[in-house]
Each structure stands twice: as C-alpha cells, then as structure tokens.
C-alpha cells in the first residue's frame, strides 16, 4: 500500500505484546510487538520483504544507507499526506544524541539531519527506521520511531527505540 485508503490486504491482529518495562513518562523500553491472524498472502511477496533483526553487536556506520518511512505529519502545521513517505536520514553519535536531549537510555538512538528538513513527525510513531548494508547489501530494523522535539526542526533530531538492544526480548516472544 502507498496510497493512504488504498489498502489491498488488512491484516488482523491475533495479539499484542508490549514491553514489560515501558516507561510512559520516559518513553524508555518503547517497542511492542504485533503478531498477525494469518500470513501475509504470497501474492503479496513483490511487495512486501522482510526486514533484518539486528543481533545486540550490531553496529551502524556512515556507509549505511538509512530511511525513515511513516504515514504520519509532514511537518507541524499537521498536513497529512496521501503517500507513503520516506526520509533519508543519518545515525548520530549517542553522545551527540544526549547533548541534544538529556533524556536518552542506551535503549534509544537520534536520527536526521541537521538542517532537520529530513525527519519523522506526530503519526509516524511506531514505523521503521532501516538501514541498508554498505554496498547495496541486507536491510536492518536499526529503529522504532519513538519521539522528538517537534518535527524537522534544526539540531533537533527523532529519537528512536533502538532495536539491536531488544533482539534477544524479541526472538523470546516470537519462537
């Protein structure tokens, strides 16, 4: 689907799992996860490719290609858009990202850009920040959007759950 409305398939959800330590005030441990009714159809299968979990030693380098992609906010003045969006958006150092923010765990990592024109905004939550191999390779789930200060602004980037830290909390839940 990248036309909002549009959908060809709706999946239904079977159950919910939500992480036993969430912080609501803190947004720390911000990951939950969905498993579906029934699999996706194979017809589907053009469309619609797994993502990569990140193992724990997992790193993200400036050769990774990395993308935001949500249906949420283009910017502030909350014009939602009709397709699927994508953003270009590079990691920041974890000591840049607590500089910026103060607030963040070892469980959430800051990405964008600095101009801030390349960003995740309010309805893009939950979504996926992937990050491509260097050389065309493998995709990785490197992040959840979580929260930010406002969207696209300057020096301000998104904050998101960073999955490589969950891996082993995910594979308990789902084998």
Known sequence: MVTQGSASYVAEIQRIVLHEYYNSNTFDYDIALLQLKKPWPPSLSPLVQPVCVAPSSHTVTDSHHCMVTGWGYRSEDKVLPSVLQ????????????????????????????????????????????????????????????????????????????????FTSWIYSHIS
Not at 94 to 111: D, F, V, W
Not at 131 to 149: D, H, K, M, N, Y
Request: hydrophobic fraction near 30%; charged fraction near 20%; aromatic fraction near 6%.
């Open 86 to 165: 994508k953003a270009d958006v590079s990691i920041m150092s974890q000591t840049e990202c607590k500089k910026t923010y103060g607030l963040i765990s070892p469980r959430m990592l800051c990405a964008g850009v600095p101009s801030g024109e390349r960003d995740a905004c309010r309805g893009d939550s939950g979504g996926p920040l992937s990050c491509q191999a260097p050389g065309g390779g493998r995709w990785f789930l490197i992040g959840i959007v979580s929260w930010g200060s406002g969207c696209g602004r300057p020096n301000l980037p998104g904050v998101y759950t960073r999955v490589n830290k």
